[in-house]
């Protein structure tokens, strides 16, 4: 017996890919009177490897995956114009950051099908910053190393994935509009930073500390039916802390879940329905899902406000997210989300009117000049400072580094001169910022940090998205919009103009504090690569390109970065073999469920297994729950992409290959009552072989109601 989701394959060859092209060009449909856009939008499936894999974003050795909570996905959105003559694809993804070597693969690949038709230019992949997905898939080598290196598997799924979403979307293309409308979202965001938010001098025109605003763009055909819909909302995807060890798309991924069962019908197969909602990740840089502040885990008092430490310790400094545990906090701030979106999408009216254009450029951020108050000043090469390395209050950091210090550490800066000492000029530039990683003049065996980074501008008429390479703080985001607006408006843009920030797009270049935020050095500083004058660089050049972008201009492309994924050194070690007990398969059950549940009890069943690195299942499932029919037929009901359920693999033998799915349903209020069976599939490997595909099925058990 095989999963029942069928998985799907890039199978086009390359005539074909050019006749589809040429197809698409002539053929594609024209907007009539009543709409304003040709609209397309797809999602697929971006999981990756579901076991030993380090999760990106907390930079945490031991926390690797060992399962699965919900599945991962790509959004792509297509929009062209009336006349079919400009277009540009926004994707979000469900992954902790955009990166080059992403961008850089899939433009090989869309190019391979589409020609020409789809570039750096009118490509922008922003990330959802979700801290549970699997790591290793950027390009430069400090973001490695806590996988141990380039994990080639987490990066082909997510570069496949996002390809087959845009190709569906591509595919999917059909005469529309779009409105926009936006809100104010409480009590689902604090400032994790507020001490260095306190240093900025403009801090008295906003009312809070970080950004409340809700921006959405909503999507839809002729006869006014939904396509789907994007919203930006700063909040850092951290919901689900560092212990977890289950792939999730923490609370933007959720809440996209919410939408999508909303629009396309409770129980539709996640990423199976028309509807696509991406929850977008915004200027977020200091913003915590962690509502109820930060505590010292030993006493239970609030850690100390400047430097985030308990006793001088920032280890034991931690968010508190709002929920009892971190599932229930993803789901609060989740539905927080959910629900403001749907009620802004309901009410959206004000219609977008105009062009589609884009303006993108690579940026060499390592030494932009440019003129601040009267006087010349300029980038840096990268470097991470100390307060970097003391971690945040949604992931403390190690060693007793702590945040808000700008004096050097004796011990640490002999530690780092014997990796590489930083020159006097590099020093310089970064004060007061203490240099732990020098990393912008450390290239073996490739470089660490980036230095050209892809900068872009979006327009759909009066809307503008600005994808940026990073993760802007709350009053840097502000100053940053606030900069592009006024430029578009006095280039002729109407009053009405909306910019929106989409971070971590297509290079991930860490932080950008204010200058006042920099010199206080807490992690957001630390983390501020490109050192004090960095804000302000790129407001310069987003200025230069919002211009060209009202005017008509062209933008000059700048220095192409080079992809160096053939050169990045690879983990994770291959699985050399799965094995089970002796009178035992593949696919038995080692612990099966009851025989009746009812309402909020959790149904539990353990199958032998074999590693989930041996097939991801790509579009697929690790597990179905199955309800019996009345003609005595089986349908799934559950994948591994719902909420409620859960899948856990652990080795029991390292050395035999010995494994265990533990696989968990929650039954809610909402399931009918009736009889299941829970079904594991998966692949298992003998040694010098391929992996083989297996299946097992726990007992018929009850559910009342």
């Avoid at 909420?643 to 929650?666: K, V």
Wanted: net charge negative; charged share 15%; hydrophobic share 40%.
């Amino acid at each position: 017996k095989s999963s029942p989701i069928a998985s799907e394959a890039l199978t086009d060859t390359m005539v074909s890919n050019v006749i589809l092209c040429l197809l698409a060009l002539t053929l594609a449909p024209r907007v009539d009177a009543s709409a304003n856009y040709l609209i397309g939008a797809g999602i697929y499936d971006i999981t990756g490897p579901a076991a030993e894999v380090n999760m990106m974003g907390y930079a945490m050795l031991k926390q690797l995956t060992n399962g699965i909570h919900f599945r991962l996905f790509s959004r792509a959105f297509v929009v062209a114009d009336a006349q079919n003559k400009s277009r540009f694809a926004f994707v979000s993804i469900d992954a902790c950051m955009g990166s080059q070597s992403i961008k850089l693969q899939v433009l090989k690949k869309l190019e391979g099908i589409y020609g020409s038709l789809y570039t750096a230019a009118n490509v922008a992949i922003s990330a959802t910053h979700t801290h549970s997905g699997p790591g290793g898939y950027l390009q430069y080598l400090l973001f490695d190393i806590t996988s141990l290196g380039f994990v080639n598997g987490s990066l082909e799924v997510i570069v496949d994935g996002i390809v087959e979403s845009i190709r569906m979307a591509h595919n999917r293309l059909q005469p529309g509009n779009i409105f926009f409308n936006n809100g104010t979202l409480l009590e689902a965001n604090i400032n994790r930073s507020p001490s260095a938010y306190e240093y900025n001098p403009d801090k008295e025109h906003y009312e809070y500390n970080v950004d409340k605003q809700f921006v959405l763009l909503k999507m839809v055909d002729e006869q006014g039916h939904g396509i789907g819909m994007i919203n930006w909302f700063a909040v850092h995807g951290t919901s689900m802390n560092n212990t977890n060890g289950l792939i999730s798309g923490d609370n933007k991924g959720y809440a996209s879940f919410l939408m999508e069962q909303h629009m396309n019908g409770i129980g539709t197969m996640p990423g199976q329905g028309p509807f696509v909602a991406a929850f977008a990740q915004s200027n977020l840089g200091d913003v915590t899902p962690n509502t109820r502040g930060a505590f010292c885990a030993d006493t239970g008092l609030p850690c100390d406000y400047n430097h985030s430490t308990c006793n001088g310790k920032n280890e034991l400094c931690r968010g508190i997210g709002p929920g009892k545990d971190m599932f229930e906090s993803t789901e609060i701030i989740a539905r927080k989300q959910f629900d403001i979106a749907l009620e802004l999408y309901n009410a959206a009216n004000i219609p977008v009117v105009g062009p589609v254009d884009f303006r993108q450029a690579y940026v060499n951020m390592s030494n932009y000049t440019l003129e601040v108050d009267g006087k010349m000043v300029h980038t840096c090469p990268s470097a991470m400072g100390e307060a970097f390395a003391a971690g945040t209050t949604d992931g403390p950091g190690a060693f007793n580094f702590i945040q808000n210090e700008t004096q050097d550490n004796p011990f640490w800066d002999a530690v780092r001169d014997l990796i590489k000492a930083p020159s006097d000029e590099q020093v310089k530039c970064h004060h007061p910022k203490p240099i732990l990683l020098d990393t912008g003049e450390m290239h073996k065996p490739y470089d660490w940090q980036p230095s050209i980074v892809d900068t872009q501008l979006l327009r759909i008429g009066q809307f503008v998205i600005a994808p940026v390479p990073g993760e802007f703080t709350s009053m840097s985001g502000r100053r940053f919009r606030y900069a592009v607006n006024e430029t578009l408006k006095a280039a002729g843009f109407p009053g009405n103009t909306q910019v929106v920030i989409a971070g971590l797009a297509n290079t991930y270049a860490d932080y950008i504090t204010t200058f006042e935020e920099y010199a206080v050095q807490r992690y957001e500083a630390g983390s501020t690569i490109f050192g004090p004058h960095t804000l302000n660089a790129y407001i310069d050049h987003y200025k230069k390109m919002a211009s060209d972008l009202a005017t008509g201009r062209a933008t000059p492309q700048g220095p192409t970065p080079e992809n160096l994924v053939s050169i990045e050194i690879p983990f994770p070690r291959p699985v050399l073999w799965d094995s089970h007990p002796f009178g035992k398969d593949f696919g038995d059950v080692n612990m099966d469920v009851n025989a009746n549940y009812k309402v909020n009890e959790t149904v539990t069943v353990q199958f032998w297994s074999g590693n989930p690195r041996n097939n991801l299942m790509t579009n697929s499932t690790f597990l179905t729950v199955e309800q019996q029919q009345t003609g005595g037929d089986w349908k799934v009901f559950r994948t591994d992409a719902f909420w409620d359920t859960r899948f856990h693999w652990a080795h029991t033998s390292t050395f035999s290959g010995e494994s265990l799915a533990t696989i968990m349903w929650d039954i809610d209020a909402t399931v009918p009552a009736g009889t299941y069976r829970i079904c594991h599939y998966g692949y298992q490997k003998s040694l010098f072989e391929t992996p083989k595909p297996f299946n097992g099925t726990s007992s018929a058990f009850k559910v009342a109601m």
